[in-house]
């Protein structure tokens, strides 16, 4: 079956800091990407869609600047969140789909098993 | 996409069927109901999609009214690792929004 694999599990930083994290399709070639942030008890949220080649498209609240997108590959998106503060230390999940266009309607995204950022 | 809504929690005993409601009363005619389930601290796994007839594969199958107004997912033989929070989506336009889910509690 379709494989995402994320890295890093877990990570921990100091504020003010960066912090990437990696999204790669094993087995597929995957032309959307998706990312997510989860807080404690609480669904996921979507943050950005990633288009290979494109610039990303990010949901409302959501800042551009802050969570960094690049889809520069068929099988790797990263999302880098740029001077860390302790409020987004959350559960960061990115999903990849192989269907482009109209075809994602009727194809399963697969997911990531996320990255947990702490800062400190 | 349209709403969905779904109890926020569920007990169900180990070996027993569990099944799962999902309203989706404004759902449109070309929007997929997606069913993902998310175990603790772990990315969500896709169980299980359909558009108007029923559905089953190895994990589950989803049962859709033929108004298309809600659905269920049964899962046959519940077990312990089926404890999960489980998520109904209406999809159509390729972004899956996540409500709040339905927690499965598998019980022995």
Not at chain 1, 12 to 32: H, N, P, Y
Not at chain 1, 58 to 85: C, M, P, R, W
Request: glycine share 6%; net charge positive.
């Amino acid at each position: 079956g379709a494989v995402v694999s994320q890295h890093p599990s877990r990570v921990i930083c100091k504020s003010g800091t960066s912090v990437k994290i990696e999204c790669r399709s094993l087995d597929f070639q995957a032309t959307t990407m998706f990312w997510y942030r989860q807080f404690p008890k609480q669904s996921l949220m979507l943050m950005a869609t990633s288009n290979e080649g494109s610039k990303a498209t990010y949901e409302q609240g959501v800042e551009k600047d802050k969570f960094l997108i690049n889809h520069a590959s068929l099988t790797l998106s990263t999302l880098t969140v740029t001077s860390a503060h302790p409020e987004d230390s959350s559960f960061y999940i990115c999903s990849a789909s192989p269907m482009p266009g109209p075809r994602i309607y009727n194809s399963p995204l697969h997911f990531g098993n996320g990255t947990r950022l702490t800062v400190t | 996409d349209a709403k969905t809504t779904q109890p926020t929690s569920m007990d169900c005993a180990e070996g027993r069927a569990a099944n799962l409601p999902c309203n989706h009363s404004t759902i449109s005619g070309n929007e997929y109901v997606y069913w993902y389930r998310q175990i603790h601290s772990q990315g969500p796994q896709y169980i299980i999609h359909g558009l108007k007839n029923n559905e089953t594969n190895e994990m589950a199958s989803l049962i859709i009214t033929e108004d298309r107004k809600s659905s269920t997912l049964i899962l046959p033989h519940a077990t312990l690792r089926d404890t999960a929070v489980y998520y109904c989506i209406a999809l159509n336009t390729g972004k899956l929004i996540f409500g709040q889910g339905t927690t499965l509690q598998v019980k022995p």
